[in-house]
């Protein structure tokens, strides 16, 4: 039986312990044991967290010590899926570079804020993360991520849709739904997810849930 460990916390604003529930169901609907916690000490067994198959972060700002990042980085170098969403994972530690550069990205606006509407266009990949999901728009937060080049897109966003200092720039595609590699282990991002009722939309739940097992089979393919 595969094992996940789930870490929420952080800012209430992003519905934290209402998403991370969604990903346990998700996660046991499938088979897996899941350890929920919500607290940051949950990295703090270094050896416990280099068994697991998945680490899921649902923690947005605040702090993070350095040997935490150190323990939660050995492992998925070693082998350990990382997945999350939106500012649960490529929001969580702004002053933390080590976590930025594993996870892919880092938010830095959203324009209009809250309710904004816009397409999530899927990219032509061979990825079986987006088989057969369509194109589909979403009212919510559209994130502006300062993006690692080396991320593999696997769904786009264009900008801009609400006004800001950026509208005379040019058009542009930002990532929505990457994966990447850190070391051995797979890494998954999903930019949707403001709360816990925009991970239950079928297309984004669906998105979630297949990142989710792609970053936990991962650790198969090393063993």
Known sequence: MKKALIVWG???????????AVFSNILREHQFEVEVANTLDAFADAEKLLGLDLIVPVWTMGEISETYVN???AAVQAGTGLAG??????????????????????????????????????????????????????????YYLHV?????????????VADGPHRLNKAVDMPVVWTK???????????????????????????????????????????
């Open 71 to 73: 323990h939660v980085s």
């Open 148 to 160: 690692d080049p080396a991320v593999e897109v696997l769904a786009t966003t264009r900008f801009p």
């Open 10 to 20: 952080g800012w209430d604003g992003h519905d934290p312990e209402r998403v991370a």
């Open 181 to 223: 590699r850190w070391g051995l282990g797979r890494v998954y991002y999903n930019s949707l997810g403001h709360q816990a009722t925009i991970v239950e939309l079928p297309p984004v739940k669906e998105l979630m849930a297949r990142g989710l097992l792609w970053a936990a089979e991962g650790k198969q393919q090393v063993q």
């Open 85 to 142: 969403c939106h500012g649960g994972m490529c929001d969580s530690f702004r002053n933390n570079v080590d976590w930025q550069f594993m996870t892919g990205g880092q938010w830095v606006a959203h324009p209009g804020n809250d309710g904004v509407e816009y397409k999530v266009e899927i990219t032509n990949s061979s990825s079986p993360i987006v088989a057969g999901i369509s194109d589909f728009t979403v009212t919510s937060e559209q």
